[in-house]
């Protein structure tokens, strides 16, 4: 193949799609470009498609930020303890990209401690059960683990004939996703034991890629199998978080992973397709496209979801300095947790934490207020504060 051909497909914006690549540089170019990709670009991993072929990634051409570990790096607080907010947002966005409908008031309800009354309600419950289970990090990634996740999050919630059989980890018959057309066929059920024993064994074994990238991997390779017959994308999501988790990313489930893919469904659910859809040009399964989406549309805008770390630098400089009660520590902790980057008045305040009088509220704001930690804003007479955005 011509070397400057090559360099310039090489460097082309669309190299991720085959099918246009084909087009536009002839099919003859597009398969010495693959050929030399398999040679000396695809790095294999230790996952297989559904022909036993392993599957390959480009991980040198996943644009990574810096800032995305940083972010995930950084300490809110116990990963034991989920923050409200974060699940609230965690949960509507699951359930939309899947449209299954859910109501705002229905997840605050029973975050709030409230039993189930309702088919929604008894599904938002069990995504809460799902989400504390990934939180502590002792329930290590395992098949049975997986298995109670899927049964406390979505199994016990299901219809009768979309529930697993007794003595069976995943599915027992076939499944095929549909919407308008055949999108994607999941595995041959008979092969998912060993299938999925290889995606756990990969999600234990030490990294040889990224942490984050490795994640996106897991993420696909379980929806790629697709094991259940309901709930392949939630728990697909979770896992994700889970991994990320595992590895010490503290803030992982304090970020709206979900809502980002939300407001990227589109792009999202196109990578997935890419990805199969090149395997007919390229005869490998390479999971970069769907990796490359998942840097550029969630991992990029991870800064947007906490607060910029100079927000964070100041308030450990004032624990650290003895300006900072006790009493302030909870509020400040419990902002962060219930109110993410939202506004909130003293009165909602002392209202949602319960613990203190007007006047000690008061006192917190405008004392945060003047150590940069929290910044006002005027609606007339009223007043309403947020976390600082560190800029």
Not at 8 to 29: F, H, T, V
Request: hydrophobic residues 40%.
């Amino acid at each position: 193949m011509d070397s400057s051909v090559f360099a310039k497909m090489l460097s082309d914006p669309g190299q991720l799609d085959l099918k246009k690549m084909g087009y536009k540089y002839g099919q003859e170019n597009l398969q010495g470009f693959l050929t030399l990709h398999k040679q000396y670009f695809y790095q294999e991993l230790p996952l297989h498609d559904f022909d036993g072929n392993s599957m390959v990634c480009l991980d040198k051409a996943v644009p990574i930020p810096l800032s995305a570990a940083r972010v995930l790096l950084t300490l809110q607080q116990s990963s034991r303890l989920y923050g409200t907010k974060a699940m609230e947002d965690e949960i509507l966005s699951t359930f939309r990209i899947e449209q299954i409908d859910t109501s705002r008031e229905s997840v605050r309800r029973i975050l709030s401690g409230r039993a189930p009354e309702n088919e929604e309600e008894h599904r938002i419950y069990g995504m809460k059960q799902g989400l504390e289970f990934i939180a502590d990090r002792s329930h290590t990634i395992t098949e049975e683990n997986l298995f109670r996740l899927y049964q406390m999050t979505i199994g016990d919630f299901l219809p009768e004939e979309d529930r697993l059989l007794p003595g069976h980890w995943y599915r027992h018959d076939g499944v095929t996703v549909i919407d308008g057309k055949t999108e994607h066929t999941g595995l041959p059920w008979q092969k998912l034991p060993a299938y999925m024993k290889e995606l756990m064994a990969f999600a234990a074994e030490k990294a040889a890629q990224n942490d984050l990238i490795k994640a996106a991997i897991l993420h696909f390779g379980l929806a790629y199998l697709h094991p259940y017959f309901d709930g392949n994308g939630r728990m697909a999501r979770l896992l994700h978080l889970w991994y990320l988790v595992q590895q010490g990313y503290s803030s992982a489930l304090f970020v709206p992973m979900s809502r980002f893919v939300e407001e990227s469904c589109a792009r999202y659910y196109k990578a997935y397709t890419r990805v199969e859809q090149n395997q007919l040009f390229s005869g490998v399964l390479d999971v970069t496209p769907f990796l490359v989406y998942f840097a550029e549309s969630v991992y990029y805008r991870l800064e947007e979801a906490l607060l910029q770390l100079r927000t964070l630098q100041a308030f450990e400089e004032a624990l650290r300095q003895g300006k900072v009660t006790e009493k302030e520590r909870a509020l400040w902790q419990f902002v962060l947790t219930a109110y993410g980057s939202e506004e909130f008045s003293t009165k909602r305040l002392e209202k949602d934490f319960g613990d203190a009088a007007y006047a000690t509220i008061r006192s917190f704001v405008l004392k945060f207020e003047r150590l940069g930690l929290l910044t006002s804003v005027h609606y007339g007479n009223r007043v309403k504060y947020r976390i600082q955005d560190g800029k």
